[in-house]
Structure formats: structure tokens, C-alpha cells
């Protein structure tokens, strides 16, 4: 077969496809060249092709996601091609994503020398990166190619062993670059192409930590279990368990995709402000355990910090200590599921002291929180509000859904989402850019439509993405326009300064209509609730093309409401 003349082009396609890469993200240039030939010829790799760095990367993210943290490739050439990878290999850090990132690179000797598209790329990423790998120049040296093998083995089995998250892997290439060869069909990648495997990476406590913490989570113990973002990951059955006990509480958000019970309190921030003042002792946990990512609930952490005598154990593989309520007094580094099946376990065989009333106080809580806000949204005038409201009651059933950060996860979070199979936002770095390329990526792999809900000034940051050529035709995405960053109107840094408007608000240029046309969307708007109800059936049953729905709001009455809703000024 024909295949490009670089050797070490070749054995890294080679390498990832047997460590279990299937899929790439490729973006054009020319240094890269040799790296897009052996990716797109090699038969088990499947390429994608996005032109915009930042939209890739953003993409492999929510594939990698969406595929229960599979290994994504992404391929740049040089230059500042590779500074637009960092903003998605930042949020892939912080949750856990394993991309595999191989910028091109021009030979060492003519960095700072004035030549096009020259930066020094090796450690760009180095504060968001598990491991940072810079491949020199290939060689007929047979040292030079076991030392390249041996370093991109050790690179993208980094991305998944242990806790999982995105390596660099920057390659130098010399001139020529486009050189094509014919391959001996038995040496298409060469002996240097050897995979090294590791085997192991099984966790498990041992039974003592087992009984001494199931003793201290026992009755009288009040114990609370928060779970920030998660991919679906078998803790159903065991936080089940653990919530018949009536001393344990379960308490979620969306994006923690555990929103199938309805013994577990899922409304979060309704249901603090439902309790309000009433927060007293009765609510109060002795032991908090906190599984999955960073939580979204501003009000949830700022409530745990001020609980005088809070212990709080965190559960997950982390290479640092968590102490987000300045309580943390254990670390059990394990995963979740794991975790909470041995506690569960070691609950049932247990004597509990005494019956509490501690879980009946939340769950009567939940149940009027509830109450209150789908109150609230029936009285509330046409408002962001009362459109996600309405949104989540008409989705059907199956329906993954994507949300961008701003109000649009934070409005969710207060009503009922069950009907969802699947919530993911990226919180971990909790940015707005990239929720479009990410939701994109998130539907690439998944059998259930995706819907998108997202702000206008997210949409407008991440526009380049409706260019992508291969967007799923179940795909959908709902703009929440509100005039701007409507979250600026209702957080109190903001909300109050006299530059609001011009410099926090700020004017978003977003002609969505047009925007479809172009980008081949099929495009609705509502502008008040009679034509929300008019157009939103046909929005989720065009499965013909991609379809945006814009849902127009004033944004002065949506952060008043809002406002009003949890007794803010």
C-alpha cells in the first residue's frame, strides 16, 4: 500500500489504533501533513475533518465523552493551530476526558529563527496535561526509533491509565513532508510500531476501612451524598441503597446523570431556597460524601462551608486533595461505584441505633420545592424561566441533552429533567466556549438524538461550529436569547454596576435565521409562550435536518424573575 514516507507517521497511527484509539479529529495545515496521511489511510481509525482547531478540540471532547471516556486523537500542524487546542484540553482535564493531542512541530534548530509558524510547543499545555512528550526528528538510528516507540507508548497509554485525562504528544518533522512510498503490505508501520501494554489498574478496599466506615456513616449519623458531573457509571443500585436508609440523603445534580429516583433530591437550589431560613439542625449533615466533578450549586457549597462541625469525605481518583467546603477529613481514592456498593454492603449488615426524621425532612422539602417552582413558572410572565420550563416538559423521552454553562444549566437544575437519558455540561472548567462543538461531538456517538440548550452569547462565541459538515440530522439546538449574558443581569458582583449593559451584558450580533439558512439548519423561533407551543412539537420531530429553535426573551424580565424566584435584590 501507499502510505507517507515518515516512519514516525506512520507508527504513531500505528500505536493508537492498538491502544484503542478509534476516532480522530484532524485539522488541515502542512507541517502536519505526513500525520493526517498515516491517520486517514490507517483502516481502523476513523477521521473527521474540522478546519477551526478550537471546534475540534472542543468535538473530540464530547466524543471522548459521550463514548464513556474514550480515547479521542487530535492532529494540528504547527504554530498557533496548537494554542487553539488549549481551552478544550483544559476543560478534558479537569474532566477527566482521554484525548490524545500530536501537534507537528518543526525541527528544534529552527525554533526562534524567524521561520513561518514557528512557536516552542513543547509544555504549552504543561498546567493542564497529564504528560507533555516531544518527539525529535526521526532517524534510520535504531536507538532514535526505539526511543520514539517506547515515549509514544508511554504517551497515550498515560491518557487512560489511572485517572484519565489529555497528553501532548508533539512530533518534530523535517522536509519533504508530502513524500508518498509504497509500504510492504507485512512492514506498513515497521518493527519501531511495537505495542506496549499494561496490564492492572484494579481498585478495591480492603474490608477493615470497610467496616470502620460503614460504622461511622450508621445511624444516629446524619449523612448527605452530593454528586457533581458525572458519565452514567453503575452507581444507581448502591446510592439506592444507601438512600432507604433514613439517615442517608442523595442529593444530585443534573449533570451527574443520576436523575432516574425519586428518592433522591435532584433539585438542588429550589430546594435550599424552598427551606430558606428554615435551615437549621434538622437539615444539617454530620458526614458529607462528594462524588464526581465540581458542583455547579453556588448555594450548596456556601451552605456546606458555614456547618460548624461537617466532616467531609471525598470519594474518587484524584492526584490531589478536594477541600471545596474546608471540611475534608478523608480521601478514599477509589471509583465511586466501587466505593458506595462496599459501603451499601457493609450498611446492610449493620444494626442501625435509631430511626431520623433527617431524610423525611429533605424529601418533604423536594416535594414542595417542586410544587413552588412549577407555581412560580405558571404565573411568570414569557421569560427564560418559563421557556426551560416549558422546554423540559415537551422533550420526549430519550433525548440526550447538552447544556451550556450560564444560566441555561443553572435554570435546568430547577425542574424536573428525568425525562432525559443522559446531561452533560462542561463544568470543568466551566466556560462558555466550546458547548456547541462539544454537544456535536457528544451526538457523533451516540444512537439518541441530542439537544443543545445554550445562551445566545454562547452560541455567538462558538458559531463556528454549525460549519462542521458532518452534524447528525437529529441534532438540535435551542438558543436562549435573552439580549446578551443574561447571568451578568443576576449574579451580585454584576447585576448592580453601572457598566452592566455595555461591558457585562454586551450587544450579541446573532442572526440566527440567516445563520441556519447558511449552515443548512432548519430554523424556529418563539418569541411568547402561544408561539413556543405552536412550533414546538415539529422542532423535536424534524429529524430531516439539524434545527435550531430561538426562544426570545426580554433579559431585564428574565433576571427579575429569576431574581424574585429566590428572594435576591
Known amino acids: 500500500m501507499r502510505n507517507t514516507a515518515k516512519k514516525v507517521a506512520r507508527m504513531i497511527a500505528s500505536l493508537l489504533c492498538a491502544h484503542g484509539v478509534k476516532e480522530a479529529v484532524i485539522s488541515p495545515g502542512s507541517r502536519n501533513a505526513p500525520l493526517i496521511v498515516a491517520v486517514e489511510r490507517h483502516p481502523r481509525i476513523n477521521t473527521r475533518v474540522v478546519i477551526d482547531e478550537r471546534s475540534a478540540a472542543f468535538i473530540a471532547l464530547g466524543m471522548s465523552n459521550a463514548a464513556g471516556s474514550l480515547p479521542v486523537a487530535l492532529v494540528c500542524t504547527s504554530g498557533t493551530a496548537a494554542l487553539n487546542y488549549a481551552p478544550a484540553i483544559a476543560e478534558a482535564f479537569y474532566r477527566h476526558a482521554p484525548l490524545v493531542v500530536i501537534t507537528a512541530d518543526r525541527p528544534s534548530e529552527w525554533i526562534d529563527q524567524d521561520d513561518s509558524q514557528t512557536i516552542k510547543q513543547p509544555g504549552i499545555y504543561n498546567n493542564f496535561i497529564k504528560g507533555s512528550f516531544d518527539i525529535p526528528v526521526e532517524s534510520d538510528e535504531p536507538d532514535r526509533m526505539w526511543m520514539i516507540n517506547r515515549t509514544v507508548n508511554d504517551a497515550i497509554s498515560l491518557a487512560t491509565d489511572g485517572l484519565p485525562g489529555p497528553v501532548h504528544i508533539n512530533v518534530r518533522l523535517a522536509d519533504p513532508l508530502g513524500d508518498i512510498e509504497e509500504i510492504d503490505d507485512n512492514d506498513t508501520y515497521g518493527d519501531e510500531?511495537?505495542?506496549i501494554n499494561i496490564c492492572g489498574n484494579s481498585y478495591q478496599i480492603d474490608p477493615a476501612s470497610i467496616a470502620s466506615l460503614s460504622e461511622q456513616i450508621k445511624s444516629p449519623a446524619k449523612v448527605l451524598v452530593l454528586a457533581g458531573f458525572m458519565e452514567p457509571c453503575g452507581l444507581d443500585d448502591a446510592l439506592n441503597r444507601l438512600a432507604q436508609q433514613p439517615n442517608i440523603v442523595v442529593m444530585h445534580e443534573a449533570q451527574s446523570n443520576l436523575h432516574k429516583n425519586n428518592t433522591f433530591i435532584s433539585n438542588i437550589d429550589a430546594t435550599l431556597r424552598y427551606i430558606g431560613a428554615e435551615l437549621d439542625e434538622r437539615y444539617t449533615p454530620d458526614i458529607v460524601i462528594t462524588l464526581g466533578g465540581s458542583l455547579t450549586s453556588r448555594m450548596v457549597k456556601e451552605w456546606l462551608r458555614r456547618c460548624p462541625s461537617l466532616k467531609h469525605w471525598s470519594i474518587g481518583v484524584n492526584d490531589h486533595a478536594i477541600d471545596c467546603f474546608r471540611k475534608l477529613a478523608l480521601r478514599l481514592s477509589v471509583p465511586p461505584a466501587i466505593a458506595m456498593k462496599a459501603l451499601a454492603d457493609g450498611l446492610e449488615n449493620r444494626q442501625q441505633a435509631e430511626i431520623l426524621e433527617f431524610k423525611q425532612y429533605w424529601l418533604d422539602a423536594k416535594i414542595k420545592s417542586f410544587e413552588s417552582a412549577e407555581e412560580w413558572a405558571q404565573n411568570s410572565p414569557w421569560c427564560d424561566f418559563k421557556a426551560v420550563h416549558s422546554l423540559l416538559k415537551a422533550m420526549p423521552e430519550r433525548y440526550n441533552l447538552q447544556l451550556s454553562n450560564g444560566t441555561a444549566v443553572?435554570?435546568?437544575q430547577l425542574f424536573d429533567y428525568s425525562k432525559a437519558s443522559r446531561i452533560d455540561c462542561n463544568r470543568g472548567v466551566s466556560g462558555i466556549d466550546g458547548c456547541t462543538s462539544t454537544a456535536i461531538g457528544a451526538a457523533l456517538m451516540s444512537r439518541n438524538p441530542t439537544v443543545l440548550i445554550t445562551g445566545d452569547m454562547s452560541m455567538q462565541y462558538d458559531i463556528g461550529a454549525l460549519a462542521c459538515t458532518f452534524i447528525p440530522d437529529n441534532f438540535k439546538i435551542v438558543v436562549l436569547n435573552n439580549g446578551g449574558g443574561g447571568i451578568f443581569r443576576f449574579i451580585r458582583t454584576t447585576r448592580n454596576l453601572e457598566e452592566l449593559q455595555r461591558d457585562f451584558v454586551a450587544d450579541v450580533r446573532?442572526?440566527?435565521?440567516?445563520?441556519?439558512?447558511?449552515?443548512?439548519?432548519?430554523?424556529?423561533?418563539?418569541?411568547?409562550?402561544?408561539?413556543?407551543n405552536h412550533v414546538i412539537t415539529d422542532f423535536f420531530e424534524d429529524n430531516y435536518r439539524p434545527s435550531i429553535l430561538e426562544i426570545v426573551t426580554d433579559?431585564?424580565?428574565?433576571?427579575?424573575?429569576?431574581?424574585?424566584?429566590?428572594?435576591?435584590?
Open 193 to 195: 510500531a511495537r505495542c
Open 555 to 569: 433579559g431585564e424580565i428574565s433576571a427579575s424573575n429569576l431574581r424574585k424566584f429566590f428572594g435576591t435584590k
Open 510 to 532: 446573532l442572526p440566527l435565521a440567516k445563520l441556519s439558512e447558511a449552515y443548512g439548519f432548519n430554523y424556529y423561533s418563539a418569541a411568547d409562550e402561544s408561539e413556543f
Open 410 to 412: 443553572r435554570y435546568v
